[in-house]
């Protein structure tokens, strides 16, 4: 079983920028991905962004160049950066573990097993 907890969301206007965390605990494999999702109302759940446990990294279209993913081996801890944020990021950011995979799991939400609550991120124009 793993436990995932997101914070840093907040409400920023358009150009600003956030940092979100997402801390894991429980039994988490040397090899594994994780990942952050979103959600806006009435859309889909999309991926953001994956990072695996070598340090490899994908992103969506939508937010490369602008965002970037991260980790704290040490704290277990899962990091988005946004920057350059616009209001079509509004929406609930989820993080998400696969706790034990060789592989750079892509962004669907069938690739990973455990989510944490979500973190409410809003950028006004």
């Known amino acids: 079983q793993v436990q995932l907890v997101e914070s840093g969301g907040g409400s920023v206007q358009a150009g600003g920028s956030l940092r979100l965390s997402c801390a894991a605990s429980?039994?988490?494999?040397?090899?594994?991905?994780m990942g952050w999702f979103r959600q806006a109302p009435g859309k889909e759940r999309e991926g953001v962004a994956s990072?695996?446990?070598?340090?490899?990294?994908s992103y969506a279209d939508s937010v490369k160049g602008r965002f970037t993913i991260s980790k704290d081996n040490a704290k277990n801890t899962l990091y988005l950066q946004m920057n350059s944020l616009k209001p079509e990021d509004t929406a609930m950011y989820y993080c998400?573990?696969?706790?034990?995979?060789?592989?750079?799991?892509?962004?669907?939400?069938?690739?990973?097993?455990?989510w944490g609550q979500g973190t409410q991120v809003t950028v006004s124009s």
């Open positions: 990072i695996d446990s070598s340090g490899r990294t």
């Open positions: 998400a573990i696969n706790p034990r995979t060789r592989v750079l799991v892509p962004l669907v939400r069938w690739g990973y097993n455990y």
């Open positions: 429980g039994y988490i494999y040397s090899t594994y991905s």
